[in-house]
């Protein structure tokens, strides 16, 4: 098999382009005609593969699509217009009333507010373990789970759980294991090789190629056969391993109007070419970041699983590989110390995004977890002593030295 890179930048759909065009071009159309009106017919039916709407299928979204199944190894792949809406949709498609997920309090914030502020008002039932201990895992599963949910590095507490352990837990009660592995991409983590069933994504981090724009990406990794899902059972028996994809295609996503701008889409196609050069070096960077950091009088602790003395850095490494991830958190004296620094900061951004082409940090405490209560947020792991750091594309050094005159008392 060729390489990441290689088929990031030649992979897509088959066939010459009609112009002759070295990339697919940006489809900014909304209606496609057909030839014959039973053309159209079978088009909608899905018993011919072709366009009829951009809110259900687009070329140049198609094409980013093809490119992810190349790159991932998954076996279908839906572009949805963000991250939020890529769980969303693949939670609206397994669950229902009455039914429940096992996931983790320590979630992206957003996250955790589309399970309770969103979902559990229609009757989803979310139930919160500690992913890193399987028997808690098990014990919270039931005949009435529909999914259990994870994510590959919890933002921003940088959790490792073990995915493949989980994955089997799940497998052995008939349950999928979604994971969102925002931070580490297919690049860095095959979550098909960890028995993961779907794999979610906000391609607006390192997909898009540097923040370019919003989109999200699911795949189903073929791993999990649907007619144990419940909502999905009776379209299996008919369409067999697409059923989960088919859902979503011609219902969920269709009907929730979750569609990716075409041209969002061309922008991270191109943002794919480059993402694998991109990674590693705000993988090198962070790891350079975290020990500085470390050894920093005024800093108190660094989390980051690539360092030795992260709790989850052997699972990081058995996981992963050398590479952690372009993530990471540190802890000053208290809340006004990290205003502080960052108001001292003149290259490193004051910002909400991560995995930008620029270093960019946030006080997580007082920002995208400023809706929950004092209590809530410290049962999700976010203190107000700490900071996230996204490490960019930037010369490590000046990083660093950002960092050093941030740091000196004023």
Same mark, same amino acid.
Do not use: C
């Given at each position: #098999?060729?390489?990441?890179?290689?088929?990031?930048?030649?992979?897509?759909?088959?066939?010459?382009?009609?112009?002759?065009?070295?990339?697919?071009?940006?489809?900014?159309?909304?209606?496609?005609?057909?030839?014959?009106?039973?053309?159209?017919?079978? !088009?909608?039916?899905?018993?011919?593969? !072709?366009?009829?709407?951009?809110?259900?299928?687009?070329?140049?979204?198609?094409?980013?699509?093809?490119?992810?199944?190349?790159?991932?190894?998954? #076996?279908?792949?839906?572009?949805? *217009?963000?991250?939020?809406?890529?769980? *969303?949709?693949?939670?609206?498609?397994?669950?229902?009333?009455?039914?429940?997920?096992?996931?983790?309090?320590?979630?992206?914030?957003?996250?955790?507010?589309?399970?309770?502020?969103?979902?559990?008002?229609?009757?989803?039932e979310v139930r919160y373990v500690d992913m890193t201990d399987p028997e808690a895992v098990e014990q919270a599963v039931d005949d009435s789970t529909r999914a259990i949910y994870l994510e590959s590095i919890t933002n921003p507490q940088l959790e490792v759980a073990d995915c493949s352990l989980v994955a089997q837990i799940g497998a052995g009660r008939n349950v999928p294991l979604i994971v969102d592995n925002t931070l580490m991409t297919p690049y860095l983590f095959d979550t098909a090789g960890a028995g993961v069933a779907v794999e979610v994504l906000s391609s607006t981090k390192y997909i898009s190629g540097g923040a370019t724009c919003l989109g999200g990406i699911i795949i189903d990794n073929g791993t999990f056969d649907w007619r144990h899902a419940p909502r999905l059972a009776e379209r299996a028996g008919r369409i067999g391993p697409m059923a989960f994809i088919g859902s979503l295609r011609q219902e969920v996503y269709r009907d929730t109007g979750a569609c990716l701008a075409p041209h969002n889409a061309y922008l991270q196609s191109l943002g794919l070419e480059t993402m694998g050069l991109r990674i590693e070096r705000s993988c090198a960077n962070a790891l350079c970041i975290a020990r500085y950091l470390s050894g920093h009088a005024k800093v108190c602790s660094v989390n980051y699983p690539g360092l030795p003395e992260s709790p989850f850095h052997a699972t990081a490494r058995r996981q992963f590989g050398d590479r952690f991830g372009g993530i990471l958190t540190f802890d000053l004296a208290d809340r006004q110390a990290c205003f502080d620094l960052m108001d001292r900061l003149r290259i490193i951004r004051r910002a909400t995004n991560i995995n930008d082409n620029k270093t960019l940090i946030l006080h997580p405490h007082s920002t995208i977890f400023a809706e929950y209560a004092d209590e809530e947020k410290e049962a999700m792991g976010v203190r107000p002593t700490m900071l996230r750091l996204s490490a960019g594309i930037e010369d490590h050094d000046d990083i660093l030295a950002d960092l050093e005159e941030a740091l000196k008392t004023p």
């Open positions: #098999m060729k390489g990441f890179t290689t088929r990031a930048i030649h992979g897509g759909l088959a066939g010459p382009e009609a112009h002759g065009a070295l990339r697919t071009p940006v489809y900014d159309t909304v209606a496609y005609e057909h030839d014959t009106a039973h053309s159209l017919q079978l !088009a909608f039916e899905g018993r011919k593969p !072709a366009h009829v709407y951009s809110r259900i299928t687009n070329p140049t979204v198609q094409d980013l699509e093809q490119k992810l199944r190349l790159l991932s190894g998954g #076996m279908a792949v839906l572009a949805v *217009s963000s991250g939020m809406a890529a769980i *969303s949709n693949t939670v609206l498609a397994l669950a229902g009333a009455g039914a429940n997920i096992v996931t983790s309090r320590h979630l992206f914030g957003n996250t955790i507010s589309l399970f309770e502020k969103t979902l559990a008002p229609w009757g989803l």
